[in-house]
């Protein structure tokens, strides 16, 4: 485990969110997903407008030094890049000095959300529109933050997010995706949303389409996850309130059709 | 001014923008709108429910030590508050210890644009709606980061921003006024927006109403400003293009209402 690294007060990732974040899945010290995740972070500077750290540098942030063995096992990487200090407030400085950060630590992931699913929430929270930012994993998350903060209830695994139409747009911190007459569906991200990177190699193969969900019709679906690249698949079989009663379940199904998918890409079990 | 202070990679501020901020003018070592400063860091705090930092914290960040006398002249004091370190992901930690950090610089206004007045450009990027969190100045400010990004050209002063249903909300970095039979006006901030201290102050004196100012109708104002608590009050002469070219035209006035009001409150010369 490296040593936290710091910031200074006048660093923009600090002072106004400026800049993108990865939070990585290593797997005896190789990144799961990893061209996903590199390009997301890629697509984030380019929208922001950050230059974009080199690939040595970025392939460094998991690479072990010559020094250190990489560990066995499983371990979460968190990359963040700010576009560094400067700027006479929120005017960008003409030519910035990004700054790259990394730290790890160990992960253990929670097979028995895989086997026997989860319950999850729909958050009172409506994700604000910015068509501009959706998508990009930024450091502006006050919105996850504030909405994570809508139940306690132990129980409860994840918090489900709509937009201002009341449209399903994800988790606090992970995607969702649904079946309906036998397709594999997940929300659209065009106005609002982080685009995870287990979601975009599903996309990328075929095996999902984007679609709108209102959360009038979440009752109505087939099936129902929530998964991200580091937690993998987890089946919802109750939809409850934030106070932990029951609105609606769904069966576990014999086998996960999404897991199936999904998980061998992770190296996690194919299947419950 | 004090040396920069540092936060560690864990730290929520930089890695959620969770937290708040404040930007408060020194006169002679004296903060302006000090109550107002306050009073908005408190209910930004409130609003994240970060535990509020002690009367005597805040003061010390304005009060010089027994060992320093306070500076002669202007300067800015930056404070920022976050949740502190710690939490699960988007989780905040139940009993977080915050971090209250503050830096000054020098100051110097610019009585050219207070006496001639700015031109300004209106802004492509829409402000999302997010009720929760509108009024208070938390630290997610890509919003203001991007639009401020929309022009070079030395000319303009500011940028002006609407919500997405095309409505008059603020500057990149000020509050807007605007003049229409004989009353001064600002935007109403319920959904989006940072409720500026000068600005509230104007209101709480009766001397501004809140309203609803469609970009439509920009062009059919009496008179324009963008103000804040540091830099004043600037009356609007021009509305130009992000390239520069004039749009609309807004004659000087012989003697500056708004600037009589506002300027008092700050210690700066009341007129022209």
Redesign the interface.
């Known amino acids: 485990m490296s040593t936290?690294?710091?910031?200074?007060?006048?660093?923009?990732?600090?002072?106004?969110?400026?800049g993108v974040?990865e939070t990585v899945l290593l797997r005896d010290g190789l990144p799961v997903l990893w061209q996903y995740h590199r390009a997301r972070l890629l697509r984030g500077c380019a929208v922001?407008?950050i230059p974009p750290p080199s690939e040595q540098a970025l392939e460094a942030c998991w690479q072990a030094s010559e020094s250190q063995a990489s560990d066995p096992g499983l371990e979460v990487l968190?990359i963040?890049v700010?576009r560094g200090s400067g700027g006479r407030?929120?005017?960008?400085p003409p030519d910035p000095t990004p700054r790259l950060?990394n730290?790890r630590v160990p992960f253990t992931p929670i097979p028995q959300r895989w086997k026997e699913g989860v319950s999850v929430c729909v958050c009172q929270?409506r994700l604000?529109?910015?068509p501009?930012?959706a998508g990009i994993k930024?450091?502006?998350?006050?919105?996850?933050?504030?909405?994570?903060?809508e139940w306690q209830h132990p129980a409860i695994a994840e918090g489900l997010l709509a937009d201002?139409q009341g449209n399903l747009i994800e988790a606090?911190?992970m995607n969702v995706f649904w079946q309906q007459g036998g397709q594999l569906w997940t929300p659209r991200l065009k106005e609002?949303g982080v685009a995870g990177t287990l979601r975009a190699a599903l996309l990328d193969l075929g095996w999902v389409k984007e679609g709108s969900l209102p959360l009038s019709s979440l009752y109505d679906v087939e099936r129902l996850w929530v998964a991200n690249s580091v937690q993998g698949v987890w089946p919802v079989t109750k939809l409850v309130s934030t106070a932990g009663e029951t609105l609606q379940r769904w069966p576990l199904a014999a086998d996960d059709s999404l897991q199936a998918l999904a998980h061998p890409l992770m190296g996690y079990p194919p299947d419950q």
């Open positions: 936290l690294a710091t910031v200074p007060f006048d660093d923009r990732g600090l002072a106004y969110g400026d974040f922001l407008a968190k963040i700010t407030g929120y005017a960008c950060l730290h929270l604000g529109h910015q501009l930012l930024h450091l502006n998350r006050l919105e996850n933050v504030m909405a994570r903060r201002q606090t911190s609002c």
